[in-house]
């Protein structure tokens, strides 16, 4: 055993990473499959055998019935999930994927000494317990759990200088959850002030579907836009995979270029369109509004005015668009703000930081609740319909989540649509993506018509459907009239 070694693993809803820190040494990144970053994916074999990561995200584009993306969303939800009809139990899946990482950190870490884990500041007990068994499942030995913003303050604020008594607020915007804490310097190190807030339903994901249907509405048909988000077909199949991926790539450049070139490539044509800085910040502004404002409110929660903040450290890959930078310095215009040298493994490596028998100063991450419910409603327990019917959207806020046993069937993941529902009775109500941000929910699938100061496709078409009717039934009563 090679005394000293710890090893860090944020467990993402997007992708996971792990670092290692040997002794006093830098901490690092450690590669999976040769990649820095672990696609949060699994897939199902026909035989019931388990393929993870890198892997398991390129069988999924092609079979998406048989993956499961995301996995980290259903804990707390259900123990059981469905892929190609199988049922497993999701600790066995997430155990599957995380045992990959740390057979990968064994090989380099010569068993650590101990292994720490991140999870979103706001999990309670509900997401803590199964992801305790998803460990045991991936052959953890005594885990320390530590949240993802303290982890994250760690890293960033442990090297920037800051002076006792300072207080940090750090913004953690990854894929699929945003997390908020105050830090207090201290000689020691740093101690969370008040309770650490966050939002699983906010995210860079959230962010590339509500993308996805600017595009799609503004440059597609309705033909194309239910062909891309209902068909089974193959070939539109993998023309769904390919656009999400061309909307995130587009998302990610426009972080550092005025403009990106986005191609629409379906089955009938080829084209592209031009997406600029600008068109992208008013698109996600209620959302980094509605972000920003949690900021706001944690630390007031905290007993502190806004002018208290030293520093805002932006960390996650989604925390680098420049519209989140600016909506968090109109915000804290007295504040510093920070971003992260490597924002997408800043978590993990803060986390090497943390291990016993050293903690840092304060309370245990695990041990402090959640500060109070967002205002950003949370997406519901998805309960889709089985992987060869229709997709279906995410659940009204507020749905009763089914019970701890009950199967969750993991359906197509070929659009961002598919991944959670509803029941089918609801599947066509459908919020409005540019809503205020007092009333808006997070965007329900990629490619349907929002309704509200926009009429859809669909919606013209009824109302012109019952204009016709009206008025024959007008012509009618008239000829009768003439008649009589």
């Known amino acids: ?22 002794g006093s040494d830098p901490p690092r990144v450690i590669e999976v499959a040769g990649s820095r970053r672990t696609p949060s994916v699994v897939f199902a074999e026909e035989d019931g055998s388990l393929v993870v990561g890198t892997a398991a995200e390129a069988l999924t584009d092609g079979r998406p019935a048989r993956g499961l993306r995301a996995p980290k969303q259903l804990l707390g939800r259900s123990e059981i999930v469905v892929l190609g009809g199988t049922q497993q139990p999701l600790s066995t899946v997430i155990g599957g994927l995380l045992g990959q990482v740390l057979r990968h950190a064994d090989r380099e870490a010569q068993q650590p000494t101990q292994l720490v884990f991140t999870h979103p500041a706001d999990w309670t007990e509900r997401q803590l317990v199964p992801f305790r068994e998803a460990l045991a499942q991936a052959g953890a030995s005594a885990p320390q759990l530590v949240t993802e913003p303290v982890a994250g303050a760690w890293a960033q604020a442990a090297g920037h200088g800051h002076r006792p008594g300072d207080h940090l607020l750090v913004y953690d915007l990854g894929g699929g959850t945003l997390d908020i804490a105050v830090l207090e310097a201290q000689p020691s190190g740093f101690t969370v002030v008040g309770n650490p807030s966050g939002n699983r339903a906010l995210g860079g994901d959230l962010f590339d579907e509500v993308l996805m249907a600017h595009v799609a509405e503004q440059h597609l048909d309705q033909a194309a836009q239910d062909e891309l988000q209902l068909s089974d077909d193959p070939a539109w199949t ?4 390919r656009l999400r991926g061309a909307v995130r790539r587009a998302k990610e450049l426009l972080s550092l270029h005025p403009r990106a070139d986005l191609a629409i490539s379906l089955p009938h044509r080829t084209f592209v369109v031009t997406l600029s800085r600008t068109e992208l910040a008013g698109i996600l502004r209620p959302m980094v ?27 996650g890959g989604g925390s680098q668009l420049p519209s989140v930078g600016e909506a968090i310095g109109a915000r804290f215009p007295l504040s510093e703000l920070v971003l992260a ?19 840092p100063t304060g309370p245990p991450a695990t041990s402090v609740p959640a500060a109070s419910i967002p205002t950003w409603k949370a997406a519901g327990t998805p309960v889709v319909a089985p992987p060869e019917s229709a997709s279906t959207l995410p659940s009204p806020v507020g749905a009763v989540p089914p ?36 009333t808006m929910g997070p965007s329900p699938a990629a490619f349907r018509v929002h309704e509200g100061a926009q009429l859809g496709a669909q919606r013209r078409h009824a109302l012109l459907v019952l204009s016709i009717a009206v008025a024959c039934i007008f012509v009618a009563v008239f000829a009768l009239i003439v008649l009589m």
């Open 1 to 22: 055993m090679a005394a000293g070694v710890v090893v860090g693993v944020d467990f993402g809803t997007s992708f996971t990473v792990a670092a290692l820190r040997r």
């Open 289 to 315: 509004e509605e972000s920003v404002q949690l900021c706001e409110d944690a630390v007031r929660a905290a007993g502190l005015p806004l002018s208290s903040i030293a520093a805002v450290h932006l960390i």
């Open 238 to 241: 993998s023309c769904a995979v």
């Open 403 to 438: 019970s701890a046993t009950a199967p969750v069937t993991v359906p197509s993941m070929a659009v961002p649509s598919r991944q959670a529902g509803i029941s089918p009775d609801d599947r066509r109500v459908v919020p409005d993506v540019l809503a205020s941000a007092d």
């Open 341 to 359: 040298a490597d924002p997408k493994a800043v978590v993990a490596l803060g986390a090497t930081l943390l291990a016993a028998p050293h903690p």
